[in-house]
């Protein structure tokens, strides 16, 4: 196989296997009653603690006019609150509340199976340097494009 028809196959099986991650993931958290940007939310905060909504929004690549809607959903469920930031009374931060954390922690190692699942094929030696091979690639076409996606 020549070398153009090489790199036009590997950008095939990346996107393929995108699709299919990104498949097992919505299907996966779905089954959560939450969306993926939902999700998303909940994780970081659980992980991170409360957050400034652009810091939400920059994480999460979306536009702070969407993550209001997300925040509303959230909060429809008691999942999350917004509080007021002591430091700054301009910024409105958002933290999960004992219901939310509660219910993150019930559905957060189901979803790590799924992914441990996913990469099932993968030994241990094999993450690390796939990890470092994909962020070459992303710094690439960071470098191309201009922007960290």
Excluded: W
């Amino acid at each position: 196989m020549n070398e153009e028809k090489k790199y036009l196959k590997l950008i095939t099986i990346l996107f393929r296997t995108m699709q299919n991650v990104e498949h097992v993931l919505k299907t996966d958290i779905q089954a959560y009653g939450l969306n993926s940007t939902e999700f998303g939310t909940l994780e970081l905060l659980y992980h991170k603690g409360k957050q400034p909504i652009q810091a939400i929004c920059d994480r999460l690549l979306m536009a702070n006019s969407s993550l209001t809607y997300v925040v509303s959903q959230l909060e429809k469920k008691e999942f999350i609150k917004k509080v007021s930031n002591k430091k700054d009374k301009r910024m409105t931060l958002v933290e999960l509340t004992t219901k939310g954390k509660n219910f993150f922690e019930s559905i957060f190692p189901s979803h790590i199976m799924t992914v441990k699942n996913i990469l099932g094929n993968l030994d241990e030696n094999e993450i690390d340097p796939l990890m470092h091979m994909l962020k070459k690639i992303g710094y690439k076409a960071f470098e191309i494009n201009g922007e960290r996606k």
